[in-house]
Each structure stands twice: as C-alpha cells, then as structure tokens.
C-alpha cells in the first residue's frame, strides 16, 4: 500500500508546475519510501528518513528558485512514461511484490531527470530505489544503507550551489 503511495507521489510530481510543491511530493515521497523500508525492519530506514525527507528537500529549498516555473510536460513524456510503467509491471509481476513498484518511480524519477528537471527526478529516483529495496527480503545493513545515502542528488546539488 505504501509504495502505490510513492508511486502515485511520483506521477503527481510529473504533473507539479512550480518547485516549492514538487519539494513538497518529493519530501512525502522519501517519507513513505523509508517508511516502508521501516516495516522491513532495517536500521537503514533512520538514515533514509533523515537524508532523503529532511536534509535533501531543505538543502532543495535553499538552492532552487522555488517561484519559476518547472517545463510543462508534453504528450510524448506521457506516452514514454506510461510504457516504462508497463514494462516494469509486466517485469516484476509478483503479486504483493513492491519491487515493480519501486522500479517503476526509479524508471519515473530518471525520466523526469532526463526531461530537464534534475534535482527533483533524482530525489524521486532515490525514493524508488529505497522501495525497491524494502521489497528484497532480509536486506543486510550495509546494503539498506548504500541504497539510503542520496549521493547521486547530493553531488548534483553541491555542484549546482557551487556554480551559483
């Protein structure tokens, strides 16, 4: 149930037009994401709370001009996106199995990054692996860590606060 959450978080971010709210979905994005790797019970779901719903989005909102405008989405994102969906469900068909889910924001999250929206498809991509990896049963500790540190979104948004 959670992760139809992120997933549906992760569509609404497709549709979001200014920056302050897609912060917004991202954060509620990375909240449900560690929440579910929480009912895993995996230590790591502290790491990804902390990182991926608080420090990145706050990092987010002192970086990014929140009153422009995000590029509106055009028919062929959607159509690209709505067969990304299709395969990852047709790939990881497991009923019960969140690890389609997880891909599918992750294949989301990448998509939105290639459209020109980097900050926020990476953070939504990070939010899909950590759902894709609350779905591997008995994940060790360091894996569940690994898969919590956003370093992909970090560095992008290092190297953005560093050009300014």
């Known amino acids: 149930m959670i992760g139809a959450v992120v997933l549906l978080l992760s569509i609404g971010l497709w549709c979001t037009r200014r ?13 449900c994401a560690a929440a579910a790797l929480g009912l895993t019970g995996s230590p790591a779901a502290a790491v990804a709370l902390a990182l991926n719903a608080i420090a990145m989005p706050a990092a987010l909102w002192l970086i990014v001009d929140r009153d422009s405008a995000m590029p509106p989405v055009a ?3 959607w159509l690209v996106a709505v067969v990304l969906l299709v395969v990852a469900a047709a790939a990881f068909r497991q009923p019960g199995d969140g690890l389609a889910l997880g891909v599918s924001v992750v294949l989301l999250g990448l998509l939105l990054a290639a459209r020109g929206v980097p900050a926020f498809g990476l953070l939504s991509a990070q939010s899909g692996l950590v759902l894709a990896a609350s779905a591997i049963p008995r994940l060790s500790l360091l894996s569940g860590l690994v898969v919590a540190v956003p370093l992909v979104p970090a560095i992008m948004l290092a190297g953005r606060r560093l050009c300014r």
Do not use: E, F, M, N
């Open 19 to 31: 920056p302050a709210t897609a912060i917004w979905v991202c954060a509620g994005q990375a909240l």
């Open 75 to 77: 028919w062929s994102s």
